[in-house]
Nanobody, 126 residues
């Protein structure tokens, strides 16, 4: 059973930076996809970014493209989300996710992910 644990959330002013970390345990493979989603109360969880465990195939949602960077450290079983130039609209609970490889998956829909972390809160003030 894969377990994901996020850390690194907090409060920051607009224009600032945060780095979220996700510790993965329980057995993933290099072909798996890892990602981040976020959720504002009252709204559905939305895709932020994904990457293959090997570090290739990074992909970003348009609202974060150019500001966020997703990366992996296989030796430490860690996934990171570096968030720069933060905006108040980035305020949300951020979730780390993992999915087995399947060639029919786009890895953009929340229904395609098999495992979720508990989430970490990010608050950006103006």
């Amino acid at each position: 059973q894969v377990q994901l644990e996020e850390s690194g959330g907090g409060s920051v002013q607009a224009g600032g930076s945060l780095r979220l970390s996700c510790a993965a345990s329980g057995g993933t493979a290099s072909t798996w996809f890892m990602g981040w989603f976020r959720q504002i109360p009252g709204k559905e969880r939305e895709f932020v970014a994904h990457i293959k465990w090997s570090g290739s195939s990074a992909y970003y949602a348009d609202p974060v493209k150019g500001r966020f960077t997703i990366s992996t450290d296989n030796a430490k079983n860690m996934v990171y989300l570096q968030m720069n130039s933060l905006k108040p609209e980035d305020t949300a609970t951020y979730y780390c996710v993992a999915a087995r490889y399947a060639n029919w998956r786009s890895y953009i829909s929340r229904t395609e992910y098999d495992y979720w972390g508990q989430g970490t809160q990010v608050t950006v003030s103006s």
